[in-house]
């Protein structure tokens, strides 16, 4: 055999190798993967201070979000109409995100501006929408309530609060 022949058959037997492990881990170890949320300071209302999660959106590992009161349109309506920050600039555009932690029992204890907007005024009057979405279904990793972190990201365009 030739030197390019052996080259080739050891690329296509990494190559499956590699796949196989990723293949056998991927399926093995999603529902062992969870990531805690390192804060500065502890979080008033939260069940376990050293065990907020964020959950991970993949198949299979046992994960489930926090969720709202309220669906996203919902939301967004609300957003739109309680925000008069744009009620007069039709042609505003920017972008956001809230972060909200909810408790193991489905209480909103802690919302702030992850992501500012251009305007302080603008994220007091969408944190003050926020605020007011008290009660959740708490996440659950492994059918455990747990306290979660929810990113929430927006666009406005053209005076208009998306949420996406």
Request: some cysteine.
């Amino acid at each position: 055999m030739n030197i390019k022949k052996i080259r080739t058959i050891c690329i296509v037997l990494a190559t499956i190798g590699i796949n196989h492990s990723c293949i056998t881990s991927k399926y093995k170890s999603l529902d062992k993967m969870v990531a805690r949320v390192q804060l500065k300071e502890p979080v008033e209302g939260v069940c376990k201070n050293s065990n907020i999660i964020a959950i991970l959106p993949l198949p299979n590992n046992g994960q489930v979000e926090a969720k709202a009161p309220k669906t996203d349109s919902e939301i967004a309506q609300e957003l739109n109409e309680k925000v008069s920050f744009l009620k007069d600039k039709p042609t505003y555009e920017d972008k956001g995100m809230v972060s909200l932690i909810i408790n193991c029992k489905g209480e909103l204890v802690k919302y702030e501006m992850d992501n500012k907007t251009k305007n302080v005024e603008l994220d007091k009057q969408i944190l003050a929408v926020f605020s007011e979405l008290k009660n959740w279904t708490p996440g659950k990793v492994k059918n455990n309530s747990v306290d979660t972190i929810v990113l929430i990201n927006f666009t406005i365009k053209n005076g208009e609060i998306i949420l996406n």
